[in-house]
């Protein structure tokens, strides 16, 4: 195969691959396996994680790599390419094929197109407590006998079964004693014959099952036709196309092939009793929670809940890592450095400090979000948010598990950000994670507010749903501009299974929880400390006074710019502070106006933690008699599409772990708020 999936190979010991649909387990199983011995990077040239980690039993060590989670082993995503290229390429000693006790037909299309690859296979038969909390029992020996490969009940939330998974991969993988011989899904009379015709015209040598191969053809696989194309004379490619293009419709009975054996396996293996009293009540609820209608605002009520549930969980300790606590820090700080360099005061009370103390917030909230959506996703309510929004996502080109980030991008764009974690394919998951900050947060709404009051008045809804009309066509645009020139090729179909409610497993959610503030500690926190400190220097050098700084000399550099938007060096210095964070725009505007109070620095820092106390009536009085209309609706525009604050970026650094996503990001904000004033100003120098 054509992609470099790892070099585990290439080390001593046994290589486990664990494999399966979302929603199965399989991170789970993953972390009851190597406990801390964890490492999570990216797959060699692929923006897309990789998990690897070890255990030891009776001497022995095993390496564990959890593929990414997918429906199938077809070309048509990054993250069925990386699954199915390692489990062929790298040969694992054994593949662990998750599967959900509680929803066996639905999550074995995977295991049948596992089970004809060359590596051993075992089952980890999973969620045995949902299944028998629904009334299914499922016969484990009648169910390993047809389909010819250990199977192991679990579980793994609650560590059952994972000691006898274990003793099951020692005696497959270094005692040799693992009895398998997979029965495999077969294809009728017909697409045999035709299966036929294709092995004799495939190459002899290739290093893959010539069976495994003809049946890829004939589904279509477009990475296996492109080798074998590569690979074959002209002569024979064209006979082999011509058989192909008459059986367009091969993949059908292929897929036809594996549900018939699905249906075969568990036929008499799985019973299901008469629906219990719960289950009734789960079912009224889930008629609403995925009905085209009424699921939406279900699932907006229920995403403002849970944005509001982590907004109070940080509420006691938030004002001790911002405003006034931080102050104190501060203060304290300057008292006991007196007569120390004013530079190196400034550098420390407004630079070091309020960036770690930014960080720190942010940490503080972002941990509340991960709590959050780890557990609104471990009882089951995430993937039915993701369906009912699905018709209005494919709409900008995402899938519908992108609704939660865009949604959470109202009230926080860091939010949003992390939030595309729930969404499956790496595409995907890139496009989220850059829309979702478009989608204007609540700082953002408060600056726009002001400002359009400010100018407009009674006509300040006029601005607004202008700002909403842009806003829709500029998602729109994004969406395009991404299907065609940066990520093609990737359907937007949504292919998902709606897994059963269940109780909330704390451990599991403290694990997803904890895993992913760790790595916005590592990247997103340092970016966000280390781009506070660069804005203090900017903002402090050479005098220590913002007019005179080199950010305000950056402002009458690119005044020029700013003259096609109709914006003055103040109002773009004002936008570049917007970086910091939104509100420090207005802090800004003051000091430049001539409003500061005089209290501590003029550092932009200072200005953001409240070193000045501007009242806003007295920026609005100043600026009115100072800024037209016109430029006044470019600065508003341009705010409301300009770069997010620095926690967003620094979580799309922590989620992407790419310097390229991250800046490429910020380019297309800036570019879209000098867009966005340009249009404004023009349309304001006509109307206004």
């Known amino acids: 195969m054509t992609v470099q999936a790892s070099s585990l190979t290439d080390q001593s010991g046994f290589t486990i691959a664990l494999a399966g649909q979302p929603n199965t387990g399989k991170t789970t199983v993953f972390n009851q396996l190597t406990g801390a011995r964890q490492h999570v990077g990216n797959w060699p040239g692929k ?155 495939i190459p002899a040598d290739t290093t893959l099952s010539t069976d495994w191969v003809a049946l890829k053809l004939l589904e279509g696989d477009s990475d296996v036709l492109q080798q074998i194309q590569a690979s074959l004379p002209a002569e024979r490619w064209r006979a082999l196309e011509k058989i192909l293009n008459q059986h367009e419709d091969g993949f059908l009975a292929v897929a036809d092939a594996r549900y018939n054996w699905i249906q075969q396996v568990t036929r008499g293996a799985v019973s299901k009793s008469a629906e219990s009293a719960a289950e009734v009540r789960r079912g009224k609820f889930d008629r ?33 890592l911002s405003g006034g606590g931080l102050n104190v820090l501060i203060n304290a700080t300057r ?212 007019e005179t700084s080199i950010l305000g000399t950056l402002g009458r550099f690119i005044e020029p710019v700013g003259a096609v938007i109709g914006l003055d060096w103040r109002l773009m210095v004002a936008l570049l502070a917007s970086m910091a964070s939104k509100e420090a725009s207005l802090a800004t505007l003051g000091v430049l106006y001539g409003l500061s109070s005089g209290v501590g620095t003029n550092s932009l820092t200072g200005l953001i933690f409240g070193a000045e106390a501007i009242e806003h009536t007295v920026i609005a009085t100043a600026i009115h008699t100072s800024v037209s209309p016109a430029s006044a609706l470019a600065f508003v525009f341009a705010a409301f599409f300009s770069v997010p604050c620095l926690g967003t970026i620094g979580a799309i650094y922590s989620e992407s772990k790419s310097w390229k996503w991250t800046l490429g990001a910020t380019t297309y904000y800036t570019f879209a708020a000098l867009f966005a004033g340009f249009l404004a100003y023009q349309v304001g120098s006509l109307f206004l």
């Not at 909390?133 to 079964?161: C, D, F, H, W």
């Not at 109070?312 to 001790?320: G, N, Y």
Request: proline share 6%; charged share 15%.
């Open 47 to 201: 923006t897309v994680e990789q998990k690897t980690g070890s255990f030891t039993h009776e001497g022995t060590t095993y390496r564990v790599v959890d593929l990414p989670g997918t429906y199938s082993l077809t070309a048509n995503s990054l993250e069925e390419m990386i699954s199915r290229d390692f489990i062929i390429d790298e040969t694992p000693d054994v593949v662990v094929v998750l599967v959900d006790a509680a929803q066996l037909e639905r999550t074995m299309y995977l295991l049948a197109e596992v089970l004809p690859l060359p590596s051993p296979v075992i089952v980890a038969l999973n969620m045995m407590d949902i299944a028998e909390q629904e009334g299914r029992s499922i016969n484990v020996a009648t169910l390993q006998e047809k389909i010819g490969v250990p199977i192991v009940p679990m579980v793994a939330a609650y560590k059952e079964g994972i000691t006898t998974l274990i003793e099951t991969i020692q005696d497959c993988i270094k005692y040799k004693e693992l009895d398998s011989s997979p029965i495999l899904p077969l294809v009728g009379e017909t697409e045999r014959n035709l299966l036929a015709q294709i092995k004799d015209l």
């Open 288 to 320: 609403i929670a995925t009905h085209p209608i009424w699921g939406i605002p279900l699932a907006i009520l229920i995403m403002i809940a849970a944005f509001a549930t982590a907004m109070i969980i940080v509420m006691p300790v938030f004002p001790l």
């Open 335 to 546: 008292t006991a450095l007196e007569g120390a360099p004013p530079w190196f005061v400034s550098m420390l009370a407004d630079g070091l400090i309020p960036g770690v103390g930014m960080g720190a917030a942010f940490l503080l909230f972002l941990f509340a979000m991960f709590l959050v959506i780890g557990f609104v996703e471990d009882i089951g309510y995430l993937a039915r948010a993701a369906f009912v929004g699905d018709r209005f996502m494919s709409r900008l080109g995402l899938h519908g598990k992108s609704f939660l980030p865009m949604l959470t991008s109202l009230g926080c764009n860091v939010a949003g950000v992390l939030g595309s974690r729930v969404v499956d394919t790496w595409q995907q998951r890139m496009m989220t994670m850059v829309m979702a900050p478009i989608v204007p947060c609540l700082a953002v709404w408060g600056v726009v507010g002001f400002f359009a009051t400010i100018f407009f008045g009674t006509s300040a809804p006029l601005v607004t749903v202008a700002l909403l009309i842009t806003l829709s066509i500029w998602l729109m645009f994004t969406g395009l501009l991404f299907k065609r020139f940066i990520i093609k090729d990737e359907p937007v179909g949504l292919l998902m299974e709606l897994p059963p409610y269940h109780k909330p497993n704390w451990k599991t959610i403290w694990r997803f929880t904890w895993g992913h503030t760790k790595a916005f500690i590592v990247r997103g926190m340092t970016l966000v400390a280390g781009a506070s400190m660069v804005i203090w220097a900017l903002s402090y050098l050479p005098h220590g006074d913002i």
